[in-house]
C-alpha cells in the first residue's frame, strides 16, 4: 500500500493579458477551478494506477475542500484521513499571459495544520506502510518527524524535495528515492549542478546521503541511481507537449505506486515516464493523470 502525506491545493487559474502593477485593476478571463497541492496530485495519479492508496491532508470546510475530497475519492484514494481543519483549504492563485509563462501565489491555509501531533494521531496509517510519499508543501518538521518513524517502523520512504528546500543529513539518508527536478537538484547541491551530466547530478545527490535518486529530466526523461549502483537515464516518451502542469507529480505518483507493488526502481521510472507523458499531453493536473486501463498494461 502507498500513504502519501502532503497538500492539498484548489488551482484558480486566470488568463490575463499582462501582470497588473500596483494600483492598477484589469479584467481576466472566466475563473477555473481545479484539485491541485503536489500531495493530492501524487495520491490522485497513483490511485487511478489501482494502487491502494491513502491520502492524509488537510482541506478548509469549504467548497474547495469538498472538491479536492470528490477528486481523490474518485480515484480509489482513502480519504478517512484527509481531515477538515480550521484553516481555509489552500490555494494556488495562477495567473497566465499569453506568453504562457505563470506567476503563483500559494496560500498554505489548510496545508499549515498538517503538523507531527496531528500525524501523530494517525500515526497507524502510515507507520510501516510499503511506501510513505511526501513532498515539501507541508510544513519541514512534519516531514521529517513522519520520514523518521516510517523508516523505524520498516516502510520505504520516498521523499520528493519540492518545492525545493533544504533537508537535514538525517531526513535525507532516509530518502529510497530522493525524487527532483533539475532546478531542485542545483538547490540542493552545494554549489549548483551548473555544466553537470545528468550522472555526475545524480552522484552529487547521492553525496547528500539518500539511498536512492531519481532526476526528471522534463523532455529527456529521468536519471536514477542506486547508492553504489550504475547510473541509469530512461528517455521520455515522445508527445506533443500540452501543458506540463503536475506531470512531475503524476511521476512521483506513479513511481510510488509500481514500487509499491514490487517493481524496483528501474521499473518503477519506466512506468512513471509513461504516466507522466500521457500528463503533458492532457490539461491540467489531476484531470490529466491516466487510469491503468489506459496505458494498456
Ligand atoms: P516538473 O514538472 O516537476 O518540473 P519535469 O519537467 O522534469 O518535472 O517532468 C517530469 C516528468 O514528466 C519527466 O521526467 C517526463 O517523464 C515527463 N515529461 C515532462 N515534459 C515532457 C515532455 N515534453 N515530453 C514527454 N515527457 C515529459
Known sequence: DVVVIGSANADLILEIDHRPRGGE?????????????????????????????????????????????????????????????????????ILVTPDGENSIIVSPGANRRMTPELLDGCRATWAGAAIVVLQLEIPLDTVAHVATHAHRAGSRVLVNAAPAAMLDDEVLALCDPLVVNESEADFL????????????????????????????????GAVHAERGGDV??????????????????????????????????????????????????????????????????
Request: charged residues 15%; hydrophobic residues 50%; contains cysteine.
Open 25 to 93: 485593476t484589469i479584467l481576466g478571463s472566466d475563473l477555473v477551478v481545479m484539485p491541485g497541492g503536489k500531495g493530492a496530485n501524487q495520491a490522485v495519479a497513483a490511485g487511478r494506477l489501482g494502487a491502494g492508496v491513502a491520502f492524509i491532508g488537510c482541506v478548509g470546510p469549504d467548497a474547495y475542500g469538498q472538491m479536492l475530497r470528490t477528486s481523490l475519492a474518485e480515484a480509489g484514494v482513502d480519504t478517512g484521513r484527509l481531515h477538515v481543519a480550521d484553516l481555509p483549504s489552500a490555494n494556488a492563485i
Open 189 to 220: 547541491v552545494p554549489g549548483g549542478t551548473t555544466g553537470m551530466s545528468p550522472a555526475e547530478m545524480t552522484d552529487a545527490l547521492l553525496a547528500l546521503g539518500p539511498l536512492s535518486v531519481v532526476v526528471t529530466l522534463g523532455a529527456g
Open 232 to 297: 541509469v537515464r530512461t528517455p521520455a516518451h515522445r508527445v506533443q507537449a500540452v501543458d506540463t502542469t503536475g506531470a512531475g507529480d503524476a511521476f512521483v505518483g506513479a513511481l510510488a505506486a509500481e514500487l509499491a507493488a514490487g517493481a524496483d526502481l528501474a521499473g518503477a521510472v519506466t512506468l512513471a515516464n509513461e504516466v507522466a507523458a500521457v500528463a503533458v499531453g492532457r490539461r491540467g493536473a489531476q484531470a490529466s493523470y491516466p487510469w491503468r486501463a489506459e496505458l494498456g498494461r
